[in-house]
């Protein structure tokens, strides 16, 4: 959207509240399904938690606060006592008990066709057991110091409502049950989702009587939609436009530093990839991603600190590994370095490609704010240092996503965002060895795998003393990155936008929710 054009749009935005009891949020991306168990990401895991509870919460510096348990309690390295939330109430007035959490859990390990499944938030669990109604006895396999944090992905359904109910029936509206502010009304895919205050909710009666979610992909369609006074709030606000909403005293803006890790993933596991070729355009028989120099050689070509400060205008933070300062797991050794052309071709000639080769960069085009520009930008730097970019294809997210999940691409950008205190998700779902049954590498769409990194990582999450844990975790992060095992890029700085009048609570995890709304 133009300067002018925005200015003007700000210049009507009305003053007074219009909808006192009901709220319209408008979304960038819209859930996948209303099943919160078919999928662990961003979107749908933003919409469930206006309608169901997890045992344990996160503040929005990710740190983690009770839910539906109260205590929790390692009585050996293998035995864990939960205590539950009593007097909580589901939706259609039933009690909310332990046997509902047994089932929840038992059912998120089980979701056909999850293109993000929460096998890692069961990885290590033996048995879950309801002691009586609200307290649950969970034996592992060895030792998990963050049972908690794992368990705590899942959010609750009433058994007696989902039971027998898959996901197609849940995106219906049957067995949509929760315990949480709000009740399920209705989702028209790709326009709305609505629900209607629960006011028995435990953690206290809701603001809103009525909440509406849009989605509207176009970031330019959803600053107009808040400026004409359609919705009330908007999430992914471009950052050329976090400024002028921010001078605006009709309009507020709410921003953090988020826990984001915006990536390049590179295909190093395969001796063919599918859009790998030689510098004239020809597949190759040998795919040169496998080679740690020409990953390092990649990585030296990418200008971050550009990206950040000028095509992101400031609302992203040059990255060199998984998680930013303050989260478990930062190694401090490792700091962004600036591109370097001469060092990256002299790379790429040690490697045995002192003429380059050929790579595609695939990206998604509505998923991250200015993704398909970033990726345009990446070519051009990927150029620079003497790759053929044979092309830079963007694709909506819900098309270019699957495709990623199937390994169809060599090189493509991608992000994780870590909701807990430390490292151990990102590195446990995107790094570790692809190993399902385990509970290992759900998010590795490049297979990557590194067997030093694997035990330092196992080892780290096997240590029930934080600051040992954390130690540990940085260990194993220092090896994944100095293998390249992924070009780290920015963390994302995020802002939401709101009509004078509302607040909205901004969160690291970027979650966005009519209960984080006043």
């Known amino acids: 959207m133009r300067p002018v054009l925005l200015a003007s749009l700000l210049a009507l935005l009305p003053a007074a509240a219009s909808r006192a009891a009901d709220l319209v949020i408008a979304r960038a991306a819209e859930h996948s399904a209303m099943d919160p168990h078919f999928a662990g990401t961003g979107p749908n895991g933003d919409t469930a938690s206006d309608i169901f509870d997890r045992l344990i919460a996160s503040d929005a510096q990710n740190q983690m606060q009770p839910a539906l348990a109260t205590a929790w309690q390692a009585l050996d390295a293998t035995t864990w006592r939960i205590t539950l939330r009593e007097g909580v109430r589901f939706h259609d007035g039933t009690p909310f008990t332990a046997d509902d959490v047994v089932f929840s859990l038992a059912r998120a390990k089980d979701i056909p066709n999850s293109p993000a499944p929460f096998v890692r938030a069961s990885r290590g669990v033996r048995s879950v057991v309801a002691e009586g109604p609200h307290i649950l006895r969970v034996t592992t396999d060895g030792p998990v110091p963050r049972l908690m944090e794992q368990l705590g992905e899942i959010y609750v359904l009433s058994r007696a409502a989902a039971q027998g109910h898959g996901t197609a029936d849940l995106n219906a509206g049957l067995g949509m049950v929760g315990t949480g502010p709000y009740r399920f009304r209705a989702w028209v895919p790709a326009n709305r989702t609505d629900f209607e205050a629960n006011p028995e909710y435990w953690g206290g009666a809701p603001k809103w009587a009525h909440v509406s979610l849009r989605f509207i992909r176009q970031p330019a369609a959803r600053v107009a939609a808040l400026l004409a006074g359609d919705v009330d709030v908007i999430d992914q606000v471009p950052p050329a436009d976090a400024k002028a909403l921010s001078a605006n005293p009709r309009a507020s803006l709410f921003s953090i530093a988020a826990t984001r890790l915006v990536y390049l993933a590179l295909d190093a596991s395969r001796p063919v990839s599918p859009f790998v070729t030689d510098a004239a355009g020809k597949p190759m028989e040998r795919n040169p991603l496998q080679d740690v120099l020409v990953r390092r050689a990649l990585g030296l070509m990418i200008d971050r600190a550009a990206l950040a400060n000028r095509l992101l205008d400031g609302s992203a933070e040059p990255a060199a590994q998984f998680v930013p300062a303050g989260i478990g797991g930062y190694a401090p050794a490792l700091q962004p370095v600036p591109a370097d052309i001469a060092a990256a071709k002299h790379l790429l000639a040690e490697a045995g490609y002192p003429g380059g080769f050929g790579l595609t960069l695939h990206a998604s085009s509505d998923r991250l704010p200015q ?129 004078k009048g509302i607040t909205y609570t901004p969160r690291r995890d970027e979650a966005t929710a009519a209960r984080y709304t006043r």
């Open 371 to 499: 993704d398909g520009a970033v990726a345009q930008a990446l070519g051009q730097m990927l150029r620079r240092g003497g790759v053929a970019v044979n092309g830079v294809v963007t694709e909506p997210y819900n098309v270019f996503a699957p495709a990623a999940s199937r390994r169809a691409y060599s090189l493509f950008l991608f992000s994780f965002g870590t909701t807990s205190a430390s490292s151990a998700d990102g590195l446990t779902s995107v790094l570790a060895s692809y190993d399902p049954a385990h509970g290992l590498g759900a998010f590795n769409r490049s297979r990557y795998s590194n067997p030093d990194f694997d035990r330092a990582l196992i080892q780290a999450l096997g240590e029930f003393d934080e600051s040992r844990r954390n130690a540990g975790l940085a260990r194993a992060t220092e090896i994944a990155m100095n293998d390249a095992a992924l070009l780290p890029l920015y963390w994302q700085v995020v802002h939401w936008a709101a009509r």
